[in-house]
């Protein structure tokens, strides 16, 4: 009943059609269990693999701060669960480390969660590097897209659609791991990164922010997004990689807006229904190259 009061009136109905299977499942599953069983079914009601409400939880994400009546600032955030995943990771993160530099035993708990959010915020997260968050997906789901036994999850089990993990491949680290029929791992593979050191480099010599039309963000909270499809038996080359903000990845990915990267490196964005809505230039190539395509020194090819 509560998972019903979010639906639209059609998916309402067909989950009320399921009743029977429903009461059958809740019979002999735990309630998280039951819990993700039903999401499941909701996801495959509106055939979209949990993207739809991945953006109302994305979209209901919020963060509330005052100062209450003894005087105390209170923080409250309501998160969809991959930044829930990115957060609580962070933290986590910097718990372990602010513990395995004290005198003394430390316990983690939410004194030291304090410190650590206060730590990140006041150092931007630069002495760490990024947040990392594991996801567990299944090769096939990665290869070729989403199935009836997709495997796409963060470590904790809360499911992500096709589009997020497509994003998140895009600039990542990937390690392949072979599991046996009894469910016993056989190999870990060696790890390895999308986009290399190099990669990075060049694209920070040409872009000083995120690629998009009018987008303030500094490269340094860009993701490399990949032009064409990642491939884990692929290249990334240069030629297929573009800087985006974390908003304007999203817009990539989830919201079914559309980039095109010419010969020039104009970056041709469409709006969801394929109408052109800008092109634009890397600033800093732009800054040296004039109209008539040459910089002091010429020609740049």
Request: with cysteine; aromatic share 4%.
């Amino acid at each position: 009943a509560r998972t019903a009061c979010s639906l639209d009136e059609p998916t309402r109905e067909a989950l009320a059609g399921l009743q029977d299977g429903l009461v059958d499942a809740a019979a002999r599953m735990p309630v998280d269990t039951f819990n993700r069983h039903l999401r499941r079914e909701v996801d495959r009601i509106r055939d979209d693999h949990g993207l739809s409400r991945a953006l109302h939880q994305r979209a209901r994400s919020e963060l509330k701060y005052w100062i209450d009546k003894d005087g105390m600032g209170q923080l409250h955030a309501s998160l969809d669960l991959e930044r829930y995943a990115v957060a609580v990771e962070a933290i986590d993160r910097q718990m372990t480390a602010m513990a395995n530099v004290a005198d003394g035993p430390v316990t983690k708990n939410s004194r030291l969660a304090v410190e650590a959010v206060m730590d990140l915020i006041s150092h931007g997260n630069g002495r760490q590097g990024r947040a990392h968050v594991t996801l567990v997906v299944d090769a096939e789901t990665a290869l070729h897209g989403p199935h009836e036994h997709s495997i796409r999850q963060t470590t904790d089990g809360a499911e992500l659609s096709p589009e997020t993990i497509d994003r998140f491949c895009c600039d990542a680290v990937i390690r392949k791991v072979v599991i046996d029929k009894r469910g016993v791992p056989i190999d870990v593979g060696r790890s390895a990164r999308t986009g290399t050191d190099g990669q990075w480099a060049a694209l920070k010599a040409i872009y000083s922010g995120c690629g998009w039309k009018n987008c303030d963000r500094p490269v340094s909270w860009c993701q490399a997004h990949h032009l064409k499809e990642w491939d884990p038996g692929g290249k990334t080359d240069l030629e297929n990689l573009v800087p985006l903000c974390n908003q304007h990845h999203h817009a990539v990915h989830e919201g079914k807006w559309s980039i095109k990267l010419l010969p020039d490196r104009t970056l041709r964005i469409r709006r969801p229904d394929n109408q052109h809505w800008a092109d634009t230039k890397p600033d800093r190539l732009h800054a040296r190259v004039g109209p008539d395509g040459c910089d002091e020194h010429g020609p740049v090819k």
